[in-house]
């Protein structure tokens, strides 16, 4: 009977959970630098521009990041 530890499972999971998070991760984040200044300055808003879609091959595969384009609005 094999037993089953706390550590085991968490060397497990927490690699999965890293994978489940890469796409919630790179959606565009405000930081608050960026909204830093005196009443009536002008603010820039970096936008992420769109890019494209990769697809996973097969499962388990390593993942492909690319930079983000962005421009000041």
Do not use: W, Y
């Not at 565009?28 to 960026?34: I, L």
Request: aromatic letters at 2%.
């Amino acid at each position: 009977m094999a037993l089953v530890t706390a550590k085991q499972v968490s060397e497990v999971a927490i690699p999965l959970l890293r994978r489940t998070l890469v796409l919630p991760m790179t959606v565009a984040r405000a930081a608050g630098t960026e909204f830093s200044g005196d009443n009536g300055d002008t603010v820039v808003v970096r936008v992420p521009q769109p890019g494209s879609a990769r697809k996973q091959v097969t499962r388990g595969a390593d993942i492909t990041f690319d930079d983000i384009n962005e421009v000041g609005v």
